[in-house]
């Protein structure tokens, strides 16, 4: 006859732990402590690596989940870009400086966009102040695609170049109010008031400051 091994453990209500186990038909018995039943309990767990690979230029916070799921935020490197609004095409013009959140599925799915406005400070942190992005399609930083899919994602340094591309969309009217920025103008207007400034102007005359620093746009 056969004698399988066992391993018990009470836990008793008075919140003591005994440890009974049974080798070859011999019973043992010992007390343990409750911290030291949980440090054997973290120990034994398996933990694998996350490899992220390579990164996408800009980024500034890697994040990565049991089931796969990944975040990743990017400061975006261009302070112009090639926009457009309702069909005409603002060359080269000028923007404050953007950061990119993006959450990518484990099959490569970005389920998740948001664009903000980070402080005009040399070197970022966490407490780095947040403003209000001042356009349009764009609600408490998720960027509203429309019917714009986005690629699928294969590596995450592919991510680099989704900032161009959303920035190429054309611009509505949708989530735009005149009071995200300082002279309270309309989408028109604040284009044409900005299309020959200097990034700088923004942060001096146009940008609403949020409640939030970059360290929360990264959590």
Not at 196 to 206: A, P, R, T, V
Request: net charge negative.
């Amino acid at each position: 006859m056969s004698i399988s091994n066992e391993l018990v453990i009470r836990l008793k209500e008075d919140g003591s732990v005994s440890v009974e186990e049974y080798i070859n038909g011999v019973k043992s018995y010992k007390a343990i402590t409750p911290d030291s039943l949980l440090d054997c309990l973290n120990r034994s767990l398996l933990r694998g690596g996350i490899a992220s690979g390579m990164l996408p230029k800009g980024c500034i916070s890697f994040a990565a989940d049991d089931n796969g799921n990944r975040d990743v935020v990017i400061l975006h490197p261009e302070d112009v870009a090639d926009i457009s609004y309702v069909g005409t095409e603002y060359k080269d013009f000028p923007l404050p400086r953007l950061v990119f959140g993006f959450r990518i599925s484990s099959e490569g799915r970005i389920s998740n966009c948001r664009l903000g406005v980070v402080g005009n400070e040399s070197n970022l942190k966490p407490t780095t102040p947040m403003f209000i992005y001042p356009f349009s399609n764009v609600n408490n930083n998720h960027i509203c695609l429309g019917n714009n899919p986005l690629p699928k994602v294969q590596s995450l340094h592919t991510l680099g170049s989704l900032p161009y591309h959303i920035l190429s969309l054309d611009n509505n009217n949708d989530n735009f109010s005149p009071s995200n920025n300082k002279h309270g103008l309309e989408m028109r207007d604040l284009l044409e008031l900005l299309k020959d400034k200097q990034q700088s102007y923004y942060y001096e005359h146009i940008l609403m400051p949020s409640e939030a620093t970059l360290g929360d746009f990264i959590s």
